[in-house]
C-alpha cells in the first residue's frame, strides 16, 4: 500500500467509519494512544464527523491532505454544551510524516473559528 492510500483509508475507515481498531495498523506505536485521544474526543463532541477528502499530495516520507469536515454538534466540545447544530465543509490540511508504511507524525491546521460561527459558539480562547 502506497502512502497515499495509507491516508485515504486513515480518513475513509477510521475517521468516518469509525474502525478505531485499524489505529495499529496505519501508526506507529508511539502515535497509538494519541491518534485515539484526538479522534476520540472530537468524535464524543461530534459523533457524525465525516471528513471529505479534497486532494492529496506525497513527496518523499510526507503526505498532504486538504480536507472538508462536516458535523452535528452532539456533545460538549471546548466548554460548550451540545447545541445539536451542525457545521458543514470546514478547511482543514493536515501533513502526515511516515516512518516506514505507518504514519509517525501528524501536523495539522483546522478552520476552528469557522466551525465557532456555524455552531453560532462563542470561541472564547482557543
Known amino acids: ?3 497515499k492510500d495509507t491516508v485515504r483509508r486513515f480518513v475513509d475507515e477510521t475517521v468516518n467509519a469509525g474502525r478505531d481498531e485499524l489505529v495499529d495498523e496505519l501508526f506507529t506505536p508511539a502515535l497509538r494512544d494519541w491518534v485515539r485521544d484526538w479522534f476520540g474526543a472530537f468524535r464524543s463532541s461530534f459523533p457524525d464527523m465525516d471528513m471529505q477528502l479534497l486532494e492529496l499530495v506525497g ?5 498532504v491532505g486538504r480536507f472538508a469536515c462536516s458535523a452535528t454538534h452532539l456533545g460538549e466540545w471546548r466548554g460548550h454544551a451540545p447545541s445539536g ?5 470546514c478547511a482543514e490540511v493536515y501533513f502526515f510524516s511516515f516512518d516506514g508504511p505507518r504514519i509517525a507524525d501528524v501536523w495539522g491546521i483546522e478552520d476552528t473559528l469557522e466551525r465557532f460561527r456555524q455552531l453560532a459558539l462563542e470561541p472564547g480562547e482557543i
Open 1 to 3: 500500500m502506497n502512502r
Open 59 to 63: 513527496d518523499g516520507d510526507t503526505v
Open 85 to 89: 447544530r451542525r457545521f458543514e465543509n
